[in-house]
T-cell receptor, first 113, second 115 residues
């Protein structure tokens, strides 16, 4: 089955700096890669996603990149703010698994004011 | 649109007791998932439903866990008997059947503590 590894497990940045979280996946059939943000006491919330036919996608301060050949994808947050502090999860999904997503173990991002 | 509703929010039970969790997905969402999230880890799939049928329950510990989705709407997840290692947050998520590549909408989860 699919295996997703996520790094780093913790990340601390100064407000205004950039943050990068990286994930690798094992199953070349995976074709959809969502990113979720989980705040304390809440369920994960989808913040951005990327499909395998696209190399990069941007939404305001967040962007995702995908390298299918190397089977890795990354989340980039620019101009970080204290409210970006949360746990971020990457996931890999493919249609032949009926849309089942396999998650990484998360990155705890702390943005210091 | 209303989100995914889960109850209870918290539950504390003794080992060997039984417990049940309830999930009401977003209206019209045909696909429903139960995930287990142990502290410090990512969510792990327990079971996936398409309408009221099971699509994948390969990771469900069937000797103690059971789940159903009668009428293809609400779902319940049961643990009987509970073990200490079942302490986790149980997340329910749903998505529309037509959104094969879309992300999930998660509920807030039920935090289970087994003592």
């Amino acid at each position: 089955g699919e295996n997703v590894e996520q790094h780093p497990s913790t990340l601390s940045v100064q407000e205004g700096d950039s943050a990068v979280i990286k994930c690798t996946y094992s199953d070349s059939a995976s074709n959809y890669f969502p990113w979720y943000k989980q705040e304390l006491g809440k369920g994960p919330q989808l913040i951005i996603d990327i499909r395998s036919n696209v190399g990069e996608k941007k939404d305001q301060r967040i962007a995702v990149t995908l390298n299918k050949t190397a089977k890795h994808f990354s989340l980039h947050i620019t101009e970080t703010q204290p409210e970006d502090s949360a746990v971020y999860f990457c996931a890999a999904t493919h249609n032949t698994n009926a849309g089942k997503s396999t998650f990484g173990d998360g990155t705890t991002l702390t943005v210091k004011p | 649109e209303a989100g995914v509703a889960q109850s209870p929010r918290y539950k504390i039970i003794e080992k060997r007791q039984s417990v049940a969790f309830w999930c009401n997905p977003i209206s019209g969402h045909a696909t429903l998932y139960w995930y287990q999230q142990i502290l410090g880890q990512g969510p792990k799939l327990l079971i996936q439903f398409q309408n009221n049928g099971v699509v994948d329950d390969s990771q469900l510990p069937k000797d103690r866990f059971s789940a159903e989705r009668l009428k293809g709407v609400d779902s319940t997840l049961k643990i009987q008997p509970a073990k200490l290692e079942d302490s986790a947050v149980y997340l329910c998520a749903s998505r529309s059947a037509g959104e094969a590549n879309y992300g999930y909408t998660f509920g807030s989860g039920t935090r289970l503590t087994v003592v």
